[in-house]
T-cell receptor, first 112, second 116 residues
Framework: SQELEQSPQSLIVQEGKNLTINCTSS?????LYWYKQKYGEGLIFLMM?????EEKSHEKITAKLDEKKQQSSLHITASQPSHAGIYLC????????????FGQGTTLQVKP | EAGVAQSPRYKIIEKRQSVAFWCNPI?????LYWYQQILGQGPKLLIQ????????DSQLPKDRFSAERLKGVDSTLKIQPAKLEDSAVYLC??????????????FGNGTRLTVT
């Protein structure tokens, strides 16, 4: 079965610093999704990547997909306290299923 | 548009009791998912519905968990009897299949279950 490994597991950064979170799949990716979760709440959809080399940005968050490496990265520029939370990557295991398999999450703390 | 609605938000029960969770997906979303998220882990799929039919329930512990989506809209997930290891957040999500299986999943706020 497919597994997603996120690194690092946790991260503490000073406000204003840049950071990167990685997500590596054990199998071929059929779409890669990034979500953010605040403690005790549901997952908020950030971005979806489908094609190798694709890059998307939303405000100060940029995500890239490297299909050959079966890997995606999430980069936050000039981090703010509002960026704090748990970041989760999710992927489809095949092209004909809607379900997502998730990584274990990366917990981000931003110190003011 | 209104998001995915779940209730209750919190539930505390003793082991061997039963509990039920309710989910109302985004209007028009044909696909509905129930995920279990244990503290410190990513969500794990329990069951996926397409309209009122089950697409995938391979990871649902069927001896104690059951789920239904009778009219193809809202859904209930039940645990009977509960075990200590069922303590988790139960997340409901829905997605539109208008664009095939490329649509993102939209999640509710979840139900936090504590089994004592």
């Amino acid at each position: 079965s497919q597994e997603l490994e996120q690194s690092p597991q946790s991260l503490i950064v000073q406000e204003g610093k840049n950071l990167t979170i990685n997500c590596t799949s054990s199998k071929t990716l059929y779409g890669l999704y990034w979500y953010k979760q605040k403690y005790g709440e549901g997952l908020i959809f950030l971005m979806m990547l489908q094609k190798g080399g694709e890059e998307k940005s939303h405000e100060k968050i940029t995500a890239k997909l490297d299909e050959k490496k079966q890997q995606s990265s999430l980069h936050i520029t000039a981090s703010q306290p509002s960026h704090a939370g748990i970041y989760l990557c999710g992927a489809r295991g095949s092209s004909n299923t809607g379900k997502l398999i998730f990584g274990q999450g990366t917990t981000l703390q931003v110190k003011p | 548009e209104a998001g995915v609605a779940q209730s209750p938000r919190y539930k505390i029960i003793e082991k061997r009791q039963s509990v039920a969770f309710w989910c109302n997906p985004i209007s028009g979303h044909a696909t509905l998912y129930w995920y279990q998220q244990i503290l410190g882990q990513g969500p794990k799929l329990l069951i996926q519905f397409q309209n009122n039919g089950v697409v995938d329930d391979s990871q649902l512990p069927k001896d104690r968990f059951s789920a239904e989506r009778l009219k193809g809209v809202d859904s209930t997930l039940k645990i009977q009897p509960a075990k200590l290891e069922d303590s988790a957040v139960y997340l409901c999500a829905s997605s539109s299949t208008g664009g095939g299986y490329n649509s993102p999943l939209h999640f509710g706020n979840g139900t936090r279950l504590t089994v004592t």
